[in-house]
């Protein structure tokens, strides 16, 4: 069983950066697509950005410019920056692996942005 642990949440002011840090248990985690989803209360959870096992990168345009998402296969670790936060960013964010039509979830880590 595959198991992703979130970390790098927290308070931070608009404008402010964090950095997300998704570690994940299993094996064959180069192959994996590796995304973070993020969901505020009341609302859908939504993608934010993924990578692929060739390292291509998609980003929702709410935070294409300010986020980028990169990963250490070393590491077994999926990373992302988040620069330039607004109030708006606030949500639980989800690490999320794709592997053979596997889905994988994280327990979420809480962003908060807020003067």
């Known amino acids: 069983q595959v198991q992703l642990v979130e970390s790098g949440g927290g308070l931070v002011q608009p404008g402010g950066s964090l950095r997300l840090s998704c570690v994940s248990s299993?094996?064959?985690?180069?192959?994996?697509?590796m995304s973070w989803y993020r969901q505020a209360l009341g609302k859908q959870r939504e993608l934010v950005a993924l990578i692929t096992s060739l390292r291509n990168t998609n980003y929702a345009d709410s935070v294409k410019g300010r986020f980028t998402i990169s990963r250490d296969n070393a590491k077994n670790t999926v990373y992302l920056q988040m620069n330039s936060l607004k109030p708006e960013d606030t949500a639980i964010y989800y690490c999320n692996g794709r592997y053979r039509s596997m889905d994988y979830w994280g327990q979420g880590t809480q962003v908060t942005v807020s003067s």
């Open positions: 299993g094996s064959h985690f180069s192959s994996y697509a």
